[in-house]
């Protein structure tokens, strides 16, 4: 149990271009959702707090109309990438955990977001 | 700012043998810790945690040992297996915060 899938898994995309990144909890709903973001042989990066119903709360230095996130339903949550520019380029990955538990301790495979 | 560090950047092992990977926090107020494995182009992969109020947990062929007074945190693989060959991350959280906050990773190399 406890799976998280994420979508698209690659993608490349132009400057200046939108890109949507979607994290869907599979087996369990999530009111609360986590999006990292990971630079080549670097940790992840907490970006933000994807709350279903509610704003996500931003980490200090994100900015939040850069990475506008929608948590519209306890299985969904979006990340879109506005405006995309090359230093955007990264690994995209997202958190869930079924409700009852906390820390958001199941992981997507990740999104490798390329701008060009 | 609270922060997760690793001692080690790189661990070769030969096949066989037991690996340790050590942690050390900050936060003292950290309450649940996390160990993740994470292989190329792939998300983390949850291996073992712990709470506070313990300072040792054990799965399979892993162990994690807590020790609150120095905050370090190590993680034990047994009988290392060229698939046990990955970036190993330390993560923590408290009950306040939620989300994790990930140590910098130590890439675990395992020599046949």
């Known amino acids: 149990g406890a799976v998280v899938s994420q979508h698209p898994s690659r993608v490349i995309c132009k400057s200046g271009t939108s890109v949507k990144i979607e994290c869907r909890s599979l087996?369990?709903?999530?009111?609360?959702m986590f999006w990292y973001r990971q630079f080549p042989k670097q940790s992840l990066m907490l970006m933000a707090t994807s709350n279903e119903g509610s704003k996500a709360t931003y980490e200090q230095g994100v900015e939040k109309d850069k990475f506008l996130i929608n948590h519209a339903s306890l299985t969904l949550s979006t990340l879109t990438v506005t405006s995309a520019h090359p230093e955007d380029s990264s690994f995209y990955i997202c958190?869930?955990?079924?409700?009852?538990?906390?820390?958001?301790?199941?992981f997507g495979s990740g999104t490798r977001l390329t701008v060009v | 700012g609270e922060s997760v560090g690793l001692h080690l950047p790189t661990l070769s092992v030969q096949e066989g043998d037991n690996s340790i990977i050590n942690c050390a926090y900050s936060?003292?107020?950290?309450?649940?810790f996390i160990w993740y494995k994470q292989e190329s182009g792939k998300g983390p992969q949850f291996i073992i945690d712990i709470r506070s109020n313990m300072d040792k947990r054990q799965g399979q062929r892993v162990t994690v040992l807590l020790n609150k007074t120095v905050k370090h945190l190590s993680l034990q693989i047994a009988a290392t297996q060229p698939g046990d060959s990955a970036v190993y991350f330390c993560?923590?959280?408290?009950?306040?915060?939620?989300?994790?906050?990930f140590g910098s990773g130590t890439r675990l190399q395992v020599q046949p």
């Open positions: 993560a923590e959280s408290d009950t306040g915060r939620r989300a994790l906050t």
């Open positions: 958190s869930a955990s079924p409700q009852g538990l906390n820390y958001g301790y199941t």
């Open positions: 936060n003292s107020a950290s309450d649940y």
């Open positions: 087996d369990f709903q999530a009111t609360t």
